[in-house]
């Protein structure tokens, strides 16, 4: 047993030191262990030991649950956070997927920056993960199963236990006469995990005795075959980066052979903050985009996501409700302003001799709208009027854009287009206070 315990500490010290170190504790065999060994060892850790529950609000013993393992934490003088979940699962979705996303979702919007959180996975699980992922025809990255180390929120998520096998930590939970919660769901095979656990690993360990550690092996070469593809792909991006942020240029993708294609494609997906989608679903970008008529605005959709082109460049966006044409909204610029139908953020931040005059930002003056066609609108500097419909396409202004910049009218006439131009005679100039208005639309599906 202090052979787990020397093994985990040997784990914590090839990373970063932590300001905090947070037992992920569900009451169960494993998380017990792990808690148990890190308080006995706590001295040699470079920061303070904690423990942290999640209740997932899915079984009516959870009171109880969670009152043990504040008795546990008490009898080991290790503190103790607990957290509630929301782990009901929507429509289609599996609940051990659900109760995952929950309890992943509420550690990371609690846990205090530069800590981390320390996970009781072991080999088994591991192995288990591998089996779930092949079934799902995963590539090298979802073949890699769980990591050791992972970025959370401001901190960092670790397995330390991915090297130990089931065995030898109940082995130790025997020994030290250690009590823990057993879970009845553990034992529902309608879960596929469980369906693995239970019936189709004792096959495999029967016939195979290391099977857990050769599939946990195999995960270990995955991982570094993803290293690897992802190595190619940002060296790939690099030469498809298309003329504004975060687009690539379809001419240049095209070039690419299709393995390369799909490979830089997800790595920049992931890179901009999406989910990666299906295969199906990345073919369709790949396929059906490219292959749109020029006048075309095609888009590829996919849960909360969607690629589009515009002038031969691919974005990719948090998929966008329709926009109120007729909407308006009085606006005091000493606050940012939220808009709807994810149109992101307006701020105005001071300035002298720049930006909106403010005198024009006085109480009642200043009204936010979006685009309702026809608008006139002439620039700062520029001799005459234009259709603002023009000036946004010179601009290269995608479509899906255009209609959620937000104007400005003073007095009811249009004197700005939030992050491109203060119109003429609108504008700060000399010493005369001002405000730089910055727009941030949202991008990404957080």
Not at 39 to 60: I, K, M, N, S
Not at 186 to 209: E, F, K, S
Not at 236 to 251: I, K
Not at 347 to 362: C, D, H, I, K
Request: one cysteine or more; charged letters at 25%; glycine letters at 10%.
């Amino acid at each position: 047993m202090s052979a787990v315990s020397d093994h985990v500490l040997k784990v914590l010290a090839g990373l970063p030191a932590a300001g905090g170190y947070w037992v992920a504790y569900s009451g169960g065999l494993d998380s017990r262990v792990l808690l148990e060994l890190l308080a006995e060892r706590r001295g040699a850790l470079p920061g303070p030991l904690g423990a942290v529950h999640v209740d997932h609000g899915l079984h009516p013993d959870a009171p109880r649950w969670a009152a043990h393992c504040a008795g546990v934490c008490r009898g080991l003088g290790v503190p103790l956070v607990q957290l509630r979940a929301n782990a009901a699962a929507n429509a289609g979705d599996s609940p051990e997927a659900a109760a995952r996303r929950a309890r992943y979702g509420v550690l990371a919007d609690w846990l205090p920056a530069g800590h981390c959180v320390l996970s009781a996975h072991h080999r088994d699980d591991q192995a288990e993960t591998l089996l779930l992922q092949l079934l799902r025809g995963s590539g090298p990255r979802g073949l890699a199963a769980m990591p050791v180390a992972a970025p959370l929120a401001g901190g960092t998520l670790v397995r330390p236990l991915l090297e130990v096998d089931r065995a030898t930590l109940a082995g130790v939970a025997q020994a030290r006469g250690l009590d823990w919660i057993d879970d009845p769901s553990n034992a529902d095979t309608d879960y596929d995990r469980n369906l693995l656990r239970h019936q189709v690993m004792p096959v495999l360990r029967a016939r195979w005795p290391s099977a857990s550690a050769s599939l946990a092996r195999s995960a270990r070469h995955c991982a570094d075959t993803a290293k690897l593809a992802d190595t190619l792909a940002a060296l790939d991006l690099q030469a498809l980066q298309g003329t504004r942020p975060g687009t690539l240029s379809l001419a240049a993708l095209r070039k690419l052979a299709p393995s390369r294609q799909r490979n830089v494609l997800r790595y920049w997906l992931r890179r901009e903050g999406f989910a990666v989608p299906s295969a199906a679903v990345l073919g369709r970008i790949l396929k059906d985009i490219p292959e749109a008529r020029g006048d075309a605005e095609p888009r590829v959709c996919w849960a909360a996501a969607e690629v589009r082109r515009y002038r031969d460049q691919l974005y990719v966006l948090q998929a966008l409700p329709s926009v109120d044409r007729g909407a308006e909204y009085c606006w005091q610029p000493d606050s940012p302003l939220e808009l709807p139908a994810s149109a992101g953020t307006l701020e105005a931040v001071p300035a002298t001799g720049s930006g909106l005059a403010a005198r024009f930002a006085g109480c009642g003056r200043l009204r936010v709208r979006f685009r309702r066609g026809g608008e006139l609108f002439r620039p700062h500097g520029r001799p005459h009027r234009r259709a603002l419909k023009k000036l946004f396409q010179e601009a290269g202004v995608p479509p899906w854009e255009r209609e959620r910049v937000p104007l400005l009218y003073v007095d009811g006439e249009l004197g700005a287009v939030a992050g491109f131009w203060v119109g003429e005679g609108f504008q700060a100039s000399g010493d005369e206070p001002g405000i730089e208005l910055r727009w941030r639309l949202w991008k990404r599906c957080d």
